[in-house]
Structure formats: structure tokens, C-alpha cells
């Protein structure tokens, strides 16, 4: 991944067939604050890309439910 990616320094959003969206990975979605960041920059949707395993898979499914909320946006989680 190293050779295809670089760490990032700031959230961003992007428009996406007429929503704006923003992605988070896995451990992020247990933070407020990820998803507070990307409501501010007018996200309507936010991707969470998972890798969390059992048994903890509750602990996500129930963040990503409450970042939701938070925001008032939809957001949809996808596990490997």
C-alpha cells in the first residue's frame, strides 16, 4: 500500500453523482470528531471501509449508527 497511498493531512469530501462524500477507514468511525470533520465540509454520505473482526464487530456496527445520527447524514459501512 505504501507505494500507492500517502498519509493524508486534512479530511476532504468529494461529489459523487450528486451527493458529497467522505470516506473514513475502519478505526476511524469510533472518533466523533472523523465524522463531525466531514459534516463540516457538507458530507451527506460517509464510506467506512472496515477490517474490524469478531467479536468486536458490534462496536462499529453501533459507531457508525451513532456518527449518523450526530450528523444527521447517511452513512454505510463495508467490512472486508
Do not use: S
Amino acid at each position: 500500500e505504501r507505494g500507492a497511498f500517502c498519509p493524508g493531512d486534512r479530511f476532504t469530501t468529494v461529489q459523487w453523482k450528486g451527493l458529497r462524500v467522505g470516506i473514513l477507514i475502519c478505526y476511524d468511525i469510533e472518533l466523533p470528531e472523523t465524522a463531525r470533520a466531514l459534516a463540516q465540509l457538507g458530507a451527506e454520505l460517509i464510506i467506512v471501509t472496515n477490517g474490524n473482526m469478531d467479536p468486536y464487530g458490534p462496536v462499529h456496527r453501533t459507531a457508525i449508527m451513532a456518527r449518523a445520527q450526530e450528523n444527521q447524514l447517511f452513512a454505510v459501512m463495508v467490512n472486508r
